[in-house]
C-alpha cells in the first residue's frame, strides 16, 4: 500500500476535476445533515479488508456524502460566523497538503514556515503592536485562546514563587466566546464573568476587580477582552481595559478570533483602539480572512515569553535546536507539536490577490450589514435589536416566539434556500431569542437578504 499502488493518473485527474469544480461553482446547494444511520444504509461498508477501491468510494462520496455537509461558502449561508476561502488558499491547500511538510521546526518546513512568517508579519501589522511583536498559526481561535491562557499564566507564575500554589483567576464577560471558558477549564483556571454581553468598558472591569476579596485578588492574572463578539460583533473598550491592565499589572488578552479581519477596514479600525496595548491577540483567518479550515493565529507581544510555557523538552528533539536547524520553530510558541503549515494556503492568496483585495471584501461584510440593517429598519414585520455592529446583524421578527424562529430556520434549510439561525440577546436578566445575520461572504448579495427577509412575512 504504497504512492505507487493508487491509480495515480486517473484518480489524480478525477479528485483535481472535483476540487476545481468546487471550487469554481456559483450554483452549490445548501446541504442537510442526515443520521448517520441513513448515512450507513446509504453507503454500506466501506471499510474491508480489500478496500472498495477509489472510483466507488469517490462515487460514494460524491452522491451520498458531500451532500450531508452544509458548505460554509454558500452565499445565503449567513449562521454562526461562515466562511468564504478564495479559490487561490483553496487550491494552495491541495499543494499544501502534497508537500508533506511537517511545520514544527525550521528545520523541516523552512519553506513553508517562511511563507507562513511573512503572511504572519503583515496580520501582526494590522494589530500595530510594537517591534518584536509575532504570532503563530494554530488550528483555531480555541488552540489560540489556550495558547495564550497558559503563556499568561506562566508568566504570572514567573513572576513571584507564591503564585505556584494557586488556582489562576481571569476576568471576561459573559459576550466572550464559550472556547474562552473551555480553555480556562482545560488549563483549570477560574474565570469571573462580567454580566454583560454588550461592549465591555473600563469601569465595569475596574468595579469587578475592585470588588474581589483579596484572596481572589492575589490569584487574578488576566482579562480577556473580545474585537468583535461571535453574537453580536462588539468591539470591548480595549483601550480602557488596557488601561486597567498596565495599572494592575494583569495579561490583556484580546479575543479577536471572528473580528480581526475588520482590523484591514478603514471604516470601523477606530473601534479596535487600544488593540496595540494587548499581551497576545487571536485572530482566524479562516472566518475574515477567507482561508480554508484549519487556520487560526495567536500573537504575542513578546513571543518569548509563549517559549517559556511551550517550547517542548525531549531527547528526540534536541537535533531541533542543533546549529544548521535555526530559525523560527512555531511549536516553541503554541500548544501542538506536529502540525500542518495552515498558514500557507493564506500566504498564496495574500500573494496573488494582494491585501488591497482582501480589504475590500471585508468592507463589503460591514456594507452588507449595514444595508441589511436599513433593509429591516424600512420593513413592518422586522426590527433591529441594536445597530449593526462589524458584519453581524440582530434582529426580531414582530410578534415570533423562540419556536417560529426555529420552525423558519428549518424551513430554509429543508428547502436548500437560505441557512440563517436564531441566537439569544441579553439585556437586564432576559434573554430573547432573535434572528441574526454574520456577513464574511462578499459575494452574497442585496437580493439574497431581500429574498431571506421576505420568507419572514
Ligand atoms: C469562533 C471564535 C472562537 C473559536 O475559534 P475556533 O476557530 O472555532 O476554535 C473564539 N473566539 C471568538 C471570538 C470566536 O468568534
New binding site residues.
Given amino acids: 500500500m504504497h504512492k505507487i499502488d493508487f491509480d495515480l493518473v486517473e484518480m489524480t485527474m478525477d479528485t483535481m476535476k472535483y476540487a476545481i469544480d468546487r471550487v469554481s461553482s456559483t450554483t452549490t446547494k445548501i446541504g442537510k445533515p442526515k443520521k448517520a444511520e441513513e448515512l450507513k444504509a446509504l453507503v454500506g461498508e466501506t471499510i474491508t479488508e480489500k478496500g472498495i477501491g477509489g472510483e466507488y468510494a469517490f462515487e460514494l462520496w460524491r452522491k451520498h456524502l458531500a451532500k450531508a455537509n452544509v458548505p460554509v461558502d454558500h452565499p445565503r449561508n449567513l449562521a454562526?460566523?461562515p466562511a468564504s476561502p478564495t479559490r487561490a488558499a483553496i487550491m494552495f491547500d491541495l499543494v499544501t497538503a502534497a508537500s508533506s511538510i511537517h511545520g514544527a521546526y525550521w528545520m523541516e518546513g523552512a519553506g513553508g514556515i517562511f511563507c507562513e512568517n511573512e503572511a504572519m508579519r503583515w496580520m501582526v501589522s494590522l494589530t500595530g503592536l510594537p517591534e518584536g511583536a509575532f504570532g503563530v498559526f494554530t488550528?483555531?481561535?480555541?488552540?489560540?485562546?489556550l495558547s495564550a491562557i497558559v503563556t499568561a499564566r506562566e508568566y504570572w507564575r514567573g513572576l513571584d514563587r507564591s503564585h505556584t500554589l494557586e488556582k489562576g483567576l481571569i476576568i471576561t464577560s459573559i459576550g466572550?466566546?464559550?472556547?474562552?471558558k473551555a480553555m480556562a477549564k482545560v488549563a483549570d483556571i477560574d474565570v469571573v464573568l462580567i454580566d454583560t454581553e454588550d461592549r465591555l468598558e473600563q469601569q465595569a472591569l475596574q468595579e469587578t476587580i475592585n470588588s474581589l476579596p483579596v484572596h481572589k485578588r492575589h490569584r487574578l492574572f488576566a482579562v480577556v477582552a473580545?474585537?468583535?463578539?461571535?453574537n453580536a460583533g462588539i468591539v470591548d473598550d480595549l483601550e480602557g481595559i488596557a488601561e486597567i491592565c498596565e495599572r494592575e499589572k494583569l495579561w490583556f488578552h484580546v479575543?479577536?478570533?471572528?473580528?480581526g479581519g475588520a482590523l484591514m477596514a478603514d471604516s470601523v479600525k477606530h473601534l479596535f483602539k487600544g488593540i496595540d496595548k494587548a499581551d497576545s491577540i487571536?485572530i482566524?483567518p479562516?472566518?475574515w480572512m477567507f482561508s480554508p479550515y484549519?487556520c487560526?493565529a495567536i500573537i504575542y507581544k513578546q513571543p518569548e515569553l509563549a517559549k517559556d510555557a511551550h517550547a517542548q523538552e525531549g531527547s528526540y528533539l534536541d537535533i531541533f535546536k542543533d546549529e544548521g536547524a535555526h530559525g523560527f520553530n512555531p511549536s516553541d510558541y503554541q500548544i501542538q507539536l506536529t502540525r500542518r503549515v495552515r498558514g500557507l494556503p493564506l500566504w498564496f492568496s495574500l500573494a496573488t490577490h494582494g491585501t488591497d483585495q482582501y480589504k475590500e471584501a471585508v468592507e463589503r461584510g460591514i456594507e452588507l450589514a449595514q444595508i441589511a440593517g436599513k433593509m429591516i429598519e424600512e420593513l413592518p414585520h422586522v426590527e433591529l435589536v441594536r445597530a449593526p455592529s462589524l458584519s453581524c446583524v440582530l434582529y426580531r421578527r414582530i410578534g415570533w416566539q423562540p419556536e417560529d424562529y426555529t420552525h423558519w430556520t428549518y424551513e430554509n434549510h429543508d428547502k436548500g434556500f437560505a441557512l440563517v439561525t436564531p441566537t439569544k440577546w441579553k439585556t437586564g436578566e432576559t434573554y430573547e431569542t432573535v434572528s441574526r445575520f454574520c456577513f464574511i461572504n462578499p459575494d452574497t448579495t442585496e437580493h439574497d437578504i431581500e429574498m431571506i427577509l421576505e420568507t419572514m412575512v
Avoid: C, E, I, P
Fill in positions: 454562526f460566523v488550528s483555531g481561535g480555541t488552540a489560540a485562546n466572550a466566546h464559550s472556547s474562552v473580545t474585537g468583535g463578539t461571535t479575543d479577536a478570533a471572528y473580528g487571536t482566524d479562516h472566518k484549519d487560526g
